[in-house]
């Protein structure tokens, strides 16, 4: 079977389409046909070699795996072959099968198509996480707002009563952050940024702030958070670490949390997917997905390094 392989850490360039050996279920594991393969801005870092983990070479990435089940493992008897279904792999995504535990494996209903589910793993529980706490009438400020996770957490948190503020870095983003529900849509990438937050909060500044750009942009959102506000932090799409010191955080009661989806409970994660299920029935989710064949993931990669695409990113699988 054909898959995209990691020989060497480093660019874009290092991802190789191979033919490998087609994998076999084990006890407990479903075989998956993959229609569509999630990308994580985390599996340009992971090839980098710049991720919190880092897996021995030679490695095949891809962690959301859309498809039909294939085969059966033992011991499997809650599934069927055939099944329309959406997986959280150990890796190997990235491929025309791929294998999963079976208590990792959601069946999608068919008005799902396979592309739009794979934000539903790691984006849309994130999403969900990142909201932990917040509640109707607080105001917050979703930095990336037109990608994977920002398009659910505009969403998500307009419809959850908060107003929101999404920031992006065009003006062609900016528009789709507005149509996703944003009471106001700012491009981070002018220097006034912060005055444009504070004038859209009356001068309070935002509740909450969602923070994924990294560098110096983490000490401008302390110019912009309210008294007693928190900042939550998922990742550093410049690839810049940023240094804050604790003791001004003294001087608005300022909290800054960071998050990382595998620390999440299993139960959580459980009861977000089923959230996550209701809201795309009930037609809340507008799920924004950017496609690329298997065979172009390092142009999806490239892509997504260099801030051209919005929502979802995936890999089709013929």
């Known amino acids: 079977m054909k898959a995209v392989r990691?020989?060497?850490?480093?660019?874009?360039?290092?991802?190789?389409?191979?033919?490998?050996?087609?994998?076999?279920?084990?006890?407990?594991?479903?075989?998956?046909?993959?229609?569509?393969?999630?990308?994580?801005?985390?599996?340009?870092?992971?090839?980098?070699?710049?991720?919190?983990?880092?897996?021995?070479?030679p490695?095949?990435?891809?962690?959301?795996?859309?498809?039909?089940?294939?085969?059966?493992?033992?011991?499997?008897?809650h599934?069927?072959?055939?099944?329309?279904?959406?997986?959280?792999?150990?890796?190997?995504?990235?491929?025309?099968?791929?294998?999963?535990?079976?208590?990792?494996?959601?069946?999608?209903?068919?008005?799902?198509?396979?592309g739009e589910s794979t934000a539903l793993l790691v984006q849309g529980l994130t999403a969900l996480g990142l909201l932990n706490g917040t509640k109707a009438g607080d105001s917050i400020l979703v930095h990336a707002a037109a990608g994977g996770v920002g398009t659910l957490l505009v969403?998500?948190?307009?419809?959850?009563?908060?107003?929101?503020?999404?920031?992006?870095?065009?003006e062609q983003k900016l528009q789709k952050v507005i149509e996703l529900g944003a009471d106001v849509a700012i491009n981070y990438t002018e220097p006034d940024w912060t005055e444009e937050v504070l004038q859209a909060t009356d001068g309070k500044g935002v509740n909450w702030i969602i923070e994924m750009v990294g560098g110096d942009i983490v000490g401008k959102n302390l110019k912009v958070l309210a008294k007693h506000g928190t900042m939550w932090i998922y990742g550093s799409a410049s690839n810049q670490d940023f240094k804050v010191s604790v003791l001004s955080l003294m001087a608005k009661n300022h909290t800054i949390h960071g998050y990382w989806l595998m620390n999440e409970s299993i139960e959580n994660r459980i009861a977000f997917t089923k959230e996550l299920?209701?809201?795309?029935k009930a037609g809340r989710l507008?799920?924004?997905?950017?496609?690329?064949?298997?065979?172009?993931?390092?142009?999806?990669?490239?892509?997504?390094?260099?801030?051209?695409?919005?929502?979802?990113?995936?890999?089709t699988v013929n």
């Open 79 to 114: 599934l069927k072959v055939g099944q329309r279904v959406l997986a959280t792999t150990s890796s190997g995504g990235y491929a025309e099968f791929a294998t999963a535990k079976a208590n990792q494996v959601i069946p999608i209903p068919d008005e799902l198509g396979f």
């Open 286 to 315: 507008k799920i924004q997905v950017t496609e690329f064949s298997l065979e172009k993931a390092r142009e999806a990669h490239e892509a997504i390094e260099t801030r051209k695409t919005t929502g979802k990113v995936v890999l």
């Open 6 to 57: 990691v020989n060497e850490l480093g660019g874009a360039d290092k991802l190789t389409l191979e033919e490998i050996e087609k994998p076999t279920p084990q006890a407990d594991e479903v075989l998956i046909k993959v229609a569509a393969a999630g990308i994580n801005y985390a599996d340009t870092m992971m090839r980098a070699g710049n991720y919190l983990t880092k897996p021995p070479l």
């Open 155 to 170: 969403q998500l948190a307009k419809y959850k009563g908060l107003k929101v503020i999404g920031t992006a870095s065009s």
């Open 59 to 77: 490695f095949t990435l891809g962690y959301e795996a859309a498809g039909t089940i294939e085969s059966l493992g033992e011991n499997v008897t």
């Open 277 to 280: 299920l209701e809201h795309i």
